[in-house]
C-alpha cells in the first residue's frame, strides 16, 4: 500500500520499453527491443483457467496481409515493479492504482480473439492493405490469444459476457509485461497532479477543466459491463477520480458495447484526451481530475448519473468540462443530458464521441439533441459501410462476421448480400471495425457534410 | 416511424422510457415506461404487479389518443 | 468525355421574359455559356439543350419527358445545368432537370444557384448545387467552380466535403480522416480552451433542427375506436419469419394476433440487439402489451383490436428506412381504417 503523503499530487510514473518485434522462443523474456515468448509455457499459463477449452496464441505484424475476426479485447502488457496487480480487483487483490511506477510494453498488445464464435461487441482488425486504416490495432505488434471456452450457456448468444477470453487476455498482458520487470525502461512518462485544493496560485488561476468519461454499463447482469476497480459499473454512481488511476488500470473493458464505439482495456490504459489534458495542464487549463460516470439504461438512472456530474463539477468549481461517451444510440441519451445538465451549472462543455448517421449519412446523428450541445468532436459514423477484399490469413474465424451478431455484420441482405462472402471479401459496417472510431481520442477521423 | 402514422392523420402514442429520445424525434403524445429492456412490466415483482402496472400505463395512453394537444406531451402515470 | 448543358431561353439567346415559353430543343454544339463550360471542363460538350423558364415551371412533366428522350441514346459522361444566380424560375429548373437525369442515366449531374435561389432548398437535398453569384457578371466564376469539380469526379479523383469544393451541404454526413492529422483529443481540448475564452470555434457535429409534424386529431369515441400496436423493440415469431434484421432494420414484419390472448414466452421473442433480451424473450408481453390490449378490448374499452401487430428494430435503422416502413405499416393501417395506435419503443 502506498500512501499519499502531505501536499504531493499523486504521481505515476510509466516506464516504457518499445517492442519492435514479438517472436516465439525458448525463453520469456525482453531484450533489445525484442520480446520473446516460449508459447508452451505461456499457453499453460493461459489454461491455468480451466474454461479455456482450447487455445492457440499467434503473433500478427503490422502491415501483413492478416485480418483477424472476432476480437473482444486490447490489452497492452505492463507490470508493476512493487508486485501490486496491474488491474486491481481483476488480475490480482484491490489495491489503490494511479501512483508509483509502473512498466509498459509499447508498440504491441495482447487481443482476445474467438477461435470460432462472436459476438455483438466484437470487432475485426485488418493488419495490412485498405483496412488497417480503420483501426489503432494494426500499428501495433498483436500478440492474439485464440481461444475456445466451456462457456456453453452463452455459445450461440448474440450478448456473451465472453469472460474466459477477456480475463486470459488481462493475465497475459501482466505475465509478459513481467519481462520487464527488473529492466530500466528506455523512457519514462510522468503524470502528477496535486490535490485540487493545495494547487499554486498560478495554476489555480487558469481555467479549470475537468472530463467526465462515460464507460459502457448497459446490462443490467452483471459480467457484460466496465469495470471500475473491479466493480461492474452498471450499479455504480459517478465519482471522482484521479485521471492516473484511468492510466493505471483501475478501468477495464466490458462485453457488451458494439465495437467501433468501445474502449477497450488498451484505450484506458493509454487515454489520449486524459494525456492532452495532462499536457495543456498549467499552461492553458488546470485540469482537475476526472469525474467517472457511466451509462445505464433508464432514463431514471440516466438522470441520477447526470445530477452527480454537474454537482460534482460545481462543487469543484470547474470551468469546462469535456464529456465523452464510450457508445451511440442509448448512451447518446447519458451523452446529452449530462452536456445539458453541465450547461445549466454554468460549465462551459465540449462533448467527444462518434455517430450513427445511417448507411446513407443523412439520419439525425445522435438519438436525442439539445442546442446546449454546440460543441462537439464528431470521430465517426458507425453506419458507414465498408468493402474490403480476402485476406491471405484469418486469425479467428471469418464467418462469425456474418455470422454471430457482431454489431457491423449480418448474414443475410437482399441488396448487398451477406457479410462474408465466399471469396473471403467483406462487406460491413464501420461498426464492427474495433474500436474503429478511437473515441478515447486518437482518431484522425472526423465527420464532414457532402 | 411515430411521424409517418402521425403524418397519415392517424393518432399515436409513443410508449418510452427515453422520453428525450421520442421529443427529439417528434413524438407529440408520450407516456413513460419503466424501462428500455422491460418497458411495461418488472420480471423482478409478481405477474400481478406487472400486470396492473401494464394495465394501468397503456389505460392511460389509450387515452391519450383521445385527448386533444398543442404541443409535445408526456402524460402522468400513477403506477 | 462528353457533357450535355442545359441552358434557359434568355441564355441561349432566343429572347427574356416575353420567350420564357419556349419548348425544350436540343442543339447540337454549343450555345452561349456551353462556350465557358466547354472550354473549362475536360469534356467534349456535345449538345446544349435549351429550355424556357415558364415551360419548365408550368409543363413540368412533359418538358422533362421530352429532355430525357432528347437524351436517350446519346453518349455523356456529366450533365450540367445553368448557372442559374439568382433566377428563381431557371433554379428550379436546373435543379428538377438535374435531378431527373441523375435518376434516369446515373451520371454524375452538376447546377450551380445563388444561396437566394429558391432551387437551393428545393433541390440541394438531391443535386450537387454549387453556390453562384448573384447576376450573370459571374458567369465565367460559377462556370469555372462547376467545370474544376467536374473534372474531379470525370477523373475520379477524390472529392471534398460540401464546403470544401464549394457547394451547398446535400445533408449527407461522412467520415474523413483528417490531413492534418489532428487527433479528437486535440481538437476537443482545443475546442474547450477556445470556448472557455471566448473565442470562435467550429462544431463538428451541427444540431439539426427539429422537424415537427401537425398533431393528428384525437379519437372523440374510443369504445368505437379500431385501435393497433406497432413496436420498434423488435418482437417476432420465434423463427423471425421476416428475417427482420437485428440492427441496421430495413425489414418489418405484421402478425396475426386475432387468436391469442397474449404473447407467450418461447413463441414469440426479441431480435433487437441493442437491449438486454431476458426479459422480453420470458414475457413478450412487456415489450407488445397485447394480454392488456385484450383485457380492454373484452371491457369494451376499445371498439376492435386490429388484428395485426407490426414490428421493426430501432437501433441503427435510418431515419430514411424507418420513415419508409413507417409509410408502409401506415397503408396497411389506413386499409383497416385503423383509429389509433400504440407505439411502444425499448
Known amino acids: 500500500m502506498i500512501t499519499i503523503k502531505g501536499c504531493e499530487g499523486m504521481k505515476l510514473e510509466i516506464g516504457n520499453f518499445q517492442v519492435n518485434d514479438v517472436v516465439f522462443g525458448k525463453k520469456t523474456e525482453f531484450s533489445g527491443g525484442t520480446l520473446t515468448i516460449n508459447k508452451e509455457e505461456a499457453m499453460t499459463f493461459i489454461k491455468e483457467d480451466e474454461h479455456i477449452t482450447d487455445l492457440d496464441i499467434v503473433i500478427a505484424k503490422p502491415g501483413e496481409n492478416t485480418r483477424i475476426v472476432p476480437v473482444k479485447e486490447a490489452v497492452e502488457p505492463r507490470i508493476r515493479p512493487d508486485g501490486r496487480p496491474v488491474f486491481p480487483g481483476v488480475t490480482g487483490d484491490v489495491e489503490a492504482a494511479g501512483e508509483g511506477k509502473v512498466h509498459a510494453l509499447k508498440g504491441c498488445s495482447v487481443l482476445g480473439v474467438g477461435m470460432h464464435y462472436g459476438s455483438f461487441g466484437d470487432g475485426l482488425i485488418d493488419m495490412g492493405g485498405e483496412g488497417a486504416k480503420y483501426t489503432l490495432f494494426s500499428e501495433l505488434i498483436n500478440i492474439c490469444i485464440v481461444a475456445d471456452t466451456d462457456e456453453e450457456y452463452e455459445r450461440f448468444e448474440q450478448q456473451k459476457k465472453n469472460t474466459a477470453i477477456r480475463m486470459a487476455t488481462h493475465r497475459l498482458a501482466e505475465y509478459l509485461g513481467n519481462t520487464v520487470k527488473e529492466l530500466e525502461p528506455d523512457t519514462i512518462e510522468s503524470f502528477e497532479l496535486e490535490p485540487v485544493t493545495k494547487r499554486k496560485k498560478e495554476i489555480n488561476d487558469l481555467q479549470s477543466v475537468v472530463l467526465v468519461m462515460q464507460p459502457q454499463s448497459q446490462m443490467e447482469e452483471i459480467g457484460y459491463n466496465d469495470l471500475v476497480y473491479g466493480w461492474d459499473m452498471n450499479k455504480y454512481v459517478p465519482t471522482f477520480m484521479h485521471p492516473n488511476e484511468v492510466l493505471d488500470g483501475a478501468m477495464i473493458s466490458g462485453s457488451f458495447m458494439p465495437s467501433s464505439s468501445k474502449w ?187 | 416511424m411515430v411521424k409517418e402514422i402521425e403524418k397519415a392523420g392517424i393518432p399515436v402514442v409513443q410508449m418510452c422510457n427515453l422520453i428525450p429520445v421520442a421529443t427529439t424525434v417528434g413524438a407529440n403524445k408520450i407516456v413513460p415506461t419503466i424501462s428500455i429492456p422491460y418497458p411495461l412490466g418488472d420480471p423482478d415483482t409478481p405477474k400481478e404487479q406487472q400486470w396492473k402496472l401494464r394495465y394501468h400505463r397503456v389505460g392511460v395512453a389509450l387515452d391519450a389518443l383521445t385527448v386533444d394537444v398543442d404541443e409535445q406531451t408526456v402524460f402522468k402515470v400513477k403506477i | 468525355m462528353k457533357a450535355i448543358h442545359y441552358i434557359n431561353q434568355f441564355f441561349a439567346g432566343i429572347g427574356g421574359e416575353e420567350k420564357a415559353d419556349h419548348k425544350p430543343e436540343i442543339r447540337e454544339g454549343l450555345v452561349g455559356p456551353s462556350l465557358a463550360l466547354n472550354s473549362m471542363l475536360d469534356a467534349e460538350v456535345t449538345h446544349t439543350i435549351v429550355c424556357g423558364d415558364n415551360y419548365m415551371g408550368s409543363n413540368t412533366e412533359e418538358a422533362v419527358s421530352t429532355i430525357l428522350g432528347f437524351l436517350e441514346g446519346k453518349e455523356f459522361d456529366i450533365f450540367v445545368a445553368g448557372p442559374a444566380f439568382q433566377a428563381g424560375r431557371y433554379g428550379v429548373a436546373c435543379g428538377t432537370i438535374c435531378k431527373a437525369v441523375k435518376e434516369k442515366f446515373n451520371v454524375p449531374v452538376l447546377t450551380s444557384m445563388n444561396e437566394e435561389n429558391p432551387g437551393v432548398e428545393m433541390f440541394k437535398r438531391d443535386v450537387v448545387i454549387f453556390k453562384g453569384g448573384k447576376s450573370a457578371a459571374k458567369l465565367r466564376d460559377d462556370v469555372k467552380v462547376m467545370a474544376e469539380y467536374g473534372n474531379k469526379v470525370l477523373t475520379g479523383k477524390a472529392l471534398g466535403p460540401a464546403d470544401e469544393e464549394g457547394y451547398f451541404s446535400r445533408g449527407i454526413r461522412s467520415q474523413v480522416w483528417l490531413e492534418s492529422e489532428a487527433t479528437a483529443a486535440q481538437r476537443g481540448v482545443e475546442m474547450l480552451i477556445r470556448k472557455l475564452k471566448g473565442e470562435t470555434y467550429e462544431t463538428e457535429l451541427p444540431i439539426p433542427k427539429q422537424d415537427m409534424v401537425p398533431i393528428a386529431p384525437p379519437i372523440k369515441d374510443l369504445s368505437e375506436a379500431n385501435i393497433a400496436l406497432v413496436t420498434s423493440g423488435g418482437i417476432v415469431p420465434i423463427d423471425n419469419p421476416d428475417r427482420i434484421q437485428s440492427a441496421s432494420a430495413t425489414r418489418w414484419g405484421k402478425y396475426d394476433i386475432s387468436d391469442i390472448e397474449n404473447l407467450e414466452s418461447g413463441v414469440y421473442k426479441t431480435i433487437h440487439a441493442g437491449y438486454d433480451p431476458t426479459a422480453a424473450d420470458l414475457d413478450p408481453d412487456v415489450v407488445v402489451p397485447l394480454d392488456v390490449m385484450k383485457e380492454y378490448l373484452r371491457e369494451g374499452r376499445i371498439g376492435k383490436l386490429h388484428k395485426y401487430f407490426y414490428s421493426t428494430v430501432g437501433t441503427g435503422t435510418t431515419q430514411a428506412e424507418a420513415a419508409r416502413m413507417g409509410r408502409e405499416i401506415v397503408e396497411n393501417l389506413k386499409e383497416d381504417k385503423v383509429d389509433g395506435v400504440i407505439l411502444t419503443s425499448t
Not at chain 1, 467527444?352 to 439520419?363: L, V
Open chain 1, 264 to 450: 477497450s482495456t488498451y484505450d484506458f490504459q493509454n487515454f489520449p484526451t486524459i494525456k492532452e489534458l495532462y499536457k495543456e495542464h498549467g499552461k492553458s487549463i488546470n485540469f482537475l481530475g476526472v469525474i467517472m460516470s457511466n451509462l445505464n439504461v433508464s432514463l431514471e438512472q440516466k438522470k441520477r448519473s447526470s445530477i452527480f456530474v454537474a454537482q460534482m463539477a460545481k462543487s469543484l468549481g470547474a470551468d469546462g468540462a469535456i464529456v465523452t461517451e464510450e457508445g451511440y444510440g442509448n448512451p447518446d441519451a447519458d451523452y446529452i443530458l449530462c452536456i445539458a445538465a453541465l450547461e445549466d451549472v454554468g460549465v462551459k462543455t465540449v462533448g467527444i464521441s462518434n455517430e450513427c448517421t445511417g448507411r446513407d449519412g443523412a439520419s439525425q446523428p445522435l438519438v436525442t439533441l439539445d442546442e446546449k450541445a454546440n460543441a462537439l468532436v464528431s470521430t465517426g459514423n458507425v453506419s458507414q459501410l465498408i468493402e474490403l477484399p480476402p485476406a491471405d490469413k484469418v486469425i479467428g474465424e471469418l464467418e462469425a462476421l456474418a455470422r454471430d451478431g457482431l454489431s457491423g455484420g449480418w448474414a443475410y441482405d437482399e441488396i448487398l448480400g451477406p457479410s462474408v462472402r465466399e471469396d473471403g471479401s467483406i462487406i460491413m459496417e464501420n461498426n464492427a471495425m474495433f474500436c474503429g472510431d478511437r473515441i478515447a481520442g486518437w482518431s484522425t477521423k472526423t465527420m464532414k457534410e457532402f
